[in-house]
């Protein structure tokens, strides 16, 4: 079965500017999730959708960054305006369902580099 | 809120050499505990979890983590690595029941010297 599908796998923009990053899921995922992972740190939740509905965006800075996931499948996650700080890699993931026995399968990830 | 702690976050270790790295975590509940792994160049991957049941979990590549209540620890072990084990391995945590968020450690890189 396909894995986890990101694009673009880098990305390199000046701080103010926009960016999307696109997600898709693997087929009959549920749960939809994207994190952020900062260089020496661990992933970090930044939203989590169950279908097309959010269950958690509490550490999304909404003030900046904003996810949709239209139709319940694929999802993109947008930052308008980057700064410095939102340089790191954005990981997708997906599960069957949302309870933690169901195994969360990543993609490869977006590495944003923001001058 | 819960958090885990991963102290290590370099480990170099001779090929054929044991190895164990180190997870503690703090919760006031019960929690579920996985490892996952991130080898160059790709997405982290699942390698074991805990979420009921034997304190002691394995996974196909041989590595092992046992859950210490008392100690608050998820440790991960593997008797003899090898090359391919070269990656950076990831404790994490959630609290247990219903929806609950997993919240990720530092990460500990492994480097196995040939």
């Known amino acids: 079965e396909a894995g986890v599908a990101q694009s673009p796998r880098y990305k390199i923009i000046e701080k103010r500017q926009s960016v999307a990053f696109w997600c898709n899921p693997i087929?009959?995922?549920?749960?939809l999730y994207w994190y952020q992972q900062i260089l020496g740190q661990g992933p970090k939740l930044l939203i989590q959708?169950?279908?097309?509905?959010?269950?958690?965006d509490s550490q999304l800075p909404k003030d900046r960054f904003s996810a949709e996931r239209l139709k319940g499948v694929d999802s993109t996650l947008k930052i308008q305006p980057a700064k410095l700080e939102d340089s790191a890699v954005y990981l997708c993931?997906?599960?069957?369902?949302?309870?933690?026995?169901?195994?969360?399968?990543f993609g490869p990830g977006t590495r944003l580099t923001v001058l | 809120a819960q958090s885990v702690t991963q102290l290590d976050s370099q480990v170099p270790v001779f090929e054929e050499a044991p190895v164990e790295l180190r997870c503690n975590y703090s919760?006031?509940?019960?929690?579920?505990l996985f490892w996952y792994v991130q080898y160059p160049n790709q997405g982290l991957q699942l390698l074991l979890k805990y979420l009921s049941g034997s304190t002691l979990v394995e996974s196909i590549n041989g590595f092992e983590a046992e859950f210490n209540k008392s100690q608050t620890s998820f440790h991960l072990r593997k008797p003899s690595v090898h090359i391919s084990d070269t990656a950076e391995y990831f404790c994490?945590?959630?609290?247990?029941?219903?929806?609950?968020?997993?919240?990720f450690g530092t990460g500990t890189k492994l480097q196995v010297i040939p």
């Open positions: 919760s006031s509940v019960s929690v579920y």
């Open positions: 994490a945590v959630s609290l247990s029941g219903g929806y609950q968020k997993v919240t």
């Open positions: 087929s009959g995922h549920a749960t």
């Open positions: 993931a997906s599960s069957l369902g949302q309870g933690l026995a169901d195994t969360q399968y």
């Open positions: 959708f169950q279908n097309n509905g959010v269950v958690d």
